[in-house]
Each structure stands twice: as structure tokens, then as C-alpha cells.
């Protein structure tokens, strides 16, 4: 049995791996070629150039064109190394090295637009004190680095079929079922405090925005928005194909085919304590996937792979049941 649940380990960590390695390097590659871009420009900057704008675009801070460029690697270099810890820790399922690999790339981006930005609109002067920078700029030093980021995880290849050898847990809760009867489990899931904490961050922002007037922040606002909309209402659906738990906006979604179900059941989540936060989140035991929006009940899903699922939904009990059962009818079918 032991052997079973070891086997998968060094797959996913092959993979973990790869898709770590070249993420890493593009972040660093990214920064570090505008470094070395900037640096180039060495002659053409104030020998202190402005790092910071406050209200209407004034320049209220300065470092060094080295200072600048040590600080920004050094960023970049320090988020690089989080998520590489991240993703061969915890990246037995492709959604985590999806993240992990897209995060790393998006650190050397951001690095890269920092330093570019910055840099860019001060070539040619003699002080940091005329350096304007216009609020388009902002917009482009927060969300260009999304599009690397995005490439970076439709890269990453999402997990291959991996049917379960061993049978479900005996132990594991079924559903009372007779062999030709039908069952489809539904439940929506929304709200918890991770709502709030969204609400108040777009709040800010839209605040600062207008403090500042620097107006494009609202589609910085716009974008934080539409995220927290779609990690804080979900479906979640059990019958007999397994189990999905799609956002109420289309995505992200999360597939688990019975046959690669070992067993589900019923835990109580802390979620700051199991997860880090609310919303679509990497566990600290064994980098379970979960779509946490509140403390208590949850289902957990052991599947093949040495990979875990969790969704704190009420109910959890009644889907642990159905799906063992549909898990057993999937090993049935397999072996008929």
C-alpha cells in the first residue's frame, strides 16, 4: 500500500522541478536584462534619480541608478526564491506550479517595468525634480507583467490521468446506493471573510485614486474586482464523473475524475492557520489545493498522485459519501 502512495512522488516533483527551473530563470532573465538596460542609460540619468511620485506625479524620493538597480534585483531575486520554495514543496498538482511558475515570472517582469519605467522617463535630465511621470506609466508597471505571467501558466502542462491502482479506503463514508440508482450532490459556495477583505482593498485603491487623481488606478481597482469575484463563489458539483468545483465565474475550476479518488471525507479547516488565507490557496500540509472562504466543515479529497483537494462547503459529509461511492463504481467499471 505504502508503495502506492510513494511511487507518484517523484513524478510530480520532476515536474515541480522543471516548470521551478525555467520560470526562475525567466524572472531573472527579465530583471536582470533591464538592469543591464538601465545601467546602460547610466549617463544619460540624474546621478540620484526619483523612485517614488507622490500626489500629482511630484517626485518625493530618490536613490542611486546602482541603489535602484541593486534594490529591484534584489526584489525580485527574494519573491523569486518564495516561490521557488513554493512550487517543489507543494507542487504535486499542476494548479500550484501553474501558480508558482506564472508568480515567478510576473516578480521578473515586474522588476523589469520598475526599472524600465522609472528609468525611462528621467533619460536626458540633469535632476530628479523634473521627472513627471504620467499615470498611464502606473498602469503599465502593474498590469504588463500580467501577460508573461499568464503565458507562463498556460505553459505549464496540467496533470496527466492517473487512474488509482488501490481501491477506496474501506474505512471512508459511502452513500446508500443501490447499483443501477443515480445521485447528483450540488452545493454553492460564497461570501466568508475573504469577501471583505476584497472589498476593502478595492475601496482603497478607488480612494487612493482619487486622492491622487491618477485615474488609472480604477482599472488596477477594476481588475481586483473581477479576481475576488471569481475566487469567492463557487459550484461544486459530485456525481458520477467525480467531482468539479468551478468559480461562478467560469473559472478557475478544479476536475477530479472518480478513478483517481483514494478517498474523501470530512476535516475542520482553520484557514489562516491550514492555508494561509481565503480563496484559492496552497495548504502547509502537503500543498492540498483548497478553495477555503471560511473556517469549519470542509471536504478533503485524497487522490492518486500524492495530491489532496479541499472546499469548505456545508454538507461535506453528504459529498464524501457520494463521491467514495461513484469511486467505487469507477474501479467497478474499469475492471468489468
Keep these: 500500500m505504502n508503495a502506492h502512495h510513494d511511487s507518484p512522488a517523484p513524478t510530480w516533483r520532476r515536474r515541480a522541478r522543471r516548470s521551478t527551473l525555467w520560470s526562475t530563470l525567466v524572472g531573472l532573465g527579465l530583471t536582470g536584462a533591464a538592469a543591464a538596460v538601465v545601467w546602460s542609460w547610466r549617463d544619460q ?6 523612485t517614488h511620485w507622490g500626489a500629482g506625479g511630484v517626485p518625493d524620493d530618490t536613490m542611486s541608478v546602482t541603489g535602484m538597480i541593486v534594490v529591484a534585483t534584489a526584489t525580485t531575486v527574494g519573491l523569486l526564491i518564495l516561490f521557488a520554495a513554493i512550487g517543489l514543496a507543494w507542487g504535486s498538482s499542476a494548479s500550484t506550479r501553474r ?18 519605467v522609472t528609468a525611462g522617463f528621467q533619460r536626458g535630465s540633469d535632476t530628479p525634480d523634473t521627472a513627471t511621470l504620467p499615470g498611464w506609466a502606473l498602469a ?20 496527466p490521468h492517473q487512474p488509482a491502482e488501490e481501491p477506496v479506503d474501506p474505512a471512508a463514508p459511502r452513500a446508500t446506493l443501490s447499483d443501477s440508482e443515480r445521485a447528483v450532490w450540488i452545493r454553492r459556495v460564497t461570501g466568508g471573510p475573504g469577501v471583505w477583505i476584497g472589498v476593502v482593498a478595492v475601496a482603497g485603491i478607488v480612494l487612493m485614486s482619487l486622492l491622487t487623481q491618477l485615474w488609472v488606478m480604477l482599472v488596477l481597482a477594476a481588475a481586483m474586482a473581477a479576481l475576488f469575484a471569481a475566487m469567492f463563489a463557487f459550484v461544486v458539483q459530485v456525481d458520477s464523473a467525480g467531482l468539479v468545483a468551478r468559480s461562478a465565474l467560469g473559472w478557475p475550476r478544479a476536475r477530479i475524475p472518480a478513478d483517481e479518488v ?7 479547516v482553520n484557514p489562516l492557520g491550514d492555508f494561509g488565507g481565503w480563496g484559492w490557496r496552497v495548504g502547509f500540509q502537503g500543498g492540498r489545493v483548497g478553495i477555503v472562504l471560511r473556517s469549519g466543515e470542509a471536504l478533503l479529497v485524497e487522490r492518486s498522485g500524492g495530491r489532496g483537494f479541499v472546499v469548505t462547503v456545508d454538507g461535506a459529509a453528504e459529498a464524501a459519501a ?3 461511492t461513484m469511486a467505487d463504481r469507477a474501479r467497478s467499471d474499469a475492471a468489468s
Excluded: E, K
Design 322 to 324: 457520494l463521491l467514495n
Design 45 to 50: 540619468l540624474p546621478d540620484q534619480v526619483a
Design 262 to 268: 483514494l478517498s474523501a471525507s470530512v476535516i475542520q
Design 140 to 159: 503599465v508597471v502593474l498590469l504588463a507583467p500580467l501577460v508573461p505571467a499568464g503565458v507562463a501558466a498556460f505553459l505549464v502542462p496540467g496533470d
Design 99 to 116: 501558480t508558482t511558475a506564472a508568480a515567478a515570472v510576473w516578480s521578473g517582469a515586474l522588476g523589469a517595468s520598475l526599472l524600465l
